[in-house]
């Protein structure tokens, strides 16, 4: 018989059959390599977040960050507090102007 001569039921199977023992075999290989490569996997996403918090850690203990933000902190209690005296001296001012308000 000659490949002309197998019957369209036939060419599938045997095509099935054969997409099948390849699939198993790239199910076993990649079952085999998942094994060996999980634990670098594990590792190298320890080692990243190792990194990162290191890094962080490394820009927050920075003596001149730690300087500026204690700077810019100061600054902002101080225009915060500076704005709400003059809010309230505002508010205070417009009460006693008030016709009847005692003072």
Same mark, same amino acid.
């Given at each position: 018989?000659?490949?002309?001569?197998?019957?369209?039921?036939?060419?599938f199977?045997?095509?099935?059959?054969?997409?099948?023992?390849?699939?198993?075999?790239?199910?076993?290989?990649?079952?085999?390599? /998942?094994?060996?490569?999980? %634990?670098? *996997? !594990? =590792? #190298?996403i320890? @080692?990243?977040?190792?990194? &990162?918090?290191?890094? +962080?850690?490394?820009?927050?203990?920075?003596?001149?960050? /730690?300087?500026?933000?204690k %700077?810019? *902190? !100061? =600054? #902002?209690i101080? @225009?915060?507090?500076?704005? &709400?005296?003059?809010? +309230?001296?505002?508010?205070?001012?417009?009460t006693?102007?008030?016709?009847?308000?005692?003072?």
């Open positions: 018989m000659s490949e002309k001569e197998i019957g369209l039921g036939r060419l199977v045997r095509e099935a059959v054969r997409a099948a023992t390849w699939g198993i075999i790239l199910l076993i290989i990649m079952g085999i390599f /998942i094994t060996f490569v999980k %634990q670098d *996997i !594990k =590792e #190298g320890a @080692y990243g977040v190792d990194r &990162a918090v290191y890094r +962080a850690a490394n820009y927050a203990m920075d003596p001149a960050l /730690i300087g500026k933000t %700077q810019l *902190i !100061k =600054e #902002g101080e @225009y915060t507090l500076t704005k &709400a005296s003059k809010e +309230a001296k505002g508010v205070l001012g417009e006693s102007a008030e016709p009847g308000a005692q003072k």
